[in-house]
């Protein structure tokens, strides 16, 4: 089955605390990228990667970082998560443009 | 800087009728733009798109129409189905970025 597999579901960590949310794709898609969604603010793009070792700034890449070694894995790192991360956050993949985008179920965040 | 904007926060509509969800956008680079829709507790799933070339298009009981003059979009569901109740959000392409507006939340009651 093709999917955007993002994990863990659920996360509650502490400010600080490093962190990954690993992102996989099965679909043999060039373009990924992570979304979060906030009340009100709709997804906003924090990452996105063209292809292999390609990746570019969103609208919101402040404390966060990605990497894309392979071409079916994007994972989101938190380096030192703050409150203001607490988030719901989506991973999502594209043959090559991103339209139209396959989204993950999601990973909610909560740092206290 | 809100470049794609959906002004109602929810809609609620009657089983059978027409829902329409508005979207409104500033940015005239955009070139494609599409409608995604989301489930409690899963991901956004795609739903209609249109080329700025066009100003409809047309799947089923979904119809997208594009006003570029007016920065303009809406997502036409006839007949509206309980099924249908979801939050809806709007997208727009400009080059490699998709950026998507605050959705709009429909409830279709039977």
């Known amino acids: 089955e093709a999917q955007v597999t993002q994990n863990p579901r659920y996360l509650i960590t502490v400010t600080g605390k490093k962190l990954t949310v690993t992102c996989s794709q099965n679909m043999n898609h060039e373009y990924m990228s992570w979304y979060r969604q906030d009340p009100g603010l709709g997804l906003r793009q924090i990452y996105y990667?063209?292809?292999?070792?390609?990746?570019d700034k969103g609208d919101v890449p402040e404390g966060y970082k990605v990497s894309r070694k392979e071409k079916r894995n994007f994972p989101l790192i938190l380096e030192s998560p703050s409150p203001n991360q607490t988030s719901l956050y989506f991973c999502a993949s594209s043959l090559s443009r991103p339209s139209p985008l396959h989204f993950g179920n999601g990973t909610r965040l909560t740092v206290t | 800087d809100q470049q794609v904007k959906q002004n109602s926060p929810s809609l609620s509509v009657q089983e059978g009728r027409i829902s329409i969800l508005n979207c409104d956008y500033t940015n005239s680079m955009f070139d494609y733009f599409l409608w995604y829709k989301k489930y409690p507790a899963e991901g956004p799933t795609f739903l209609i798109s249109i080329s700025s070339i066009k100003d409809k298009n047309e799947d089923g009981r979904f119809t997208v129409f594009l006003n570029k003059s007016a920065k303009h979009l809406s997502l036409h569901i006839v007949p509206s189905q309980p099924g249908d109740s979801a939050v809806y959000f709007c997208a727009a392409l400009n080059g490699n970025k998709l950026v998507f507006g605050a959705g709009t939340i429909l409830r279709v009651k039977s």
């Open positions: 990667s063209m292809n292999v070792e390609v990746t």
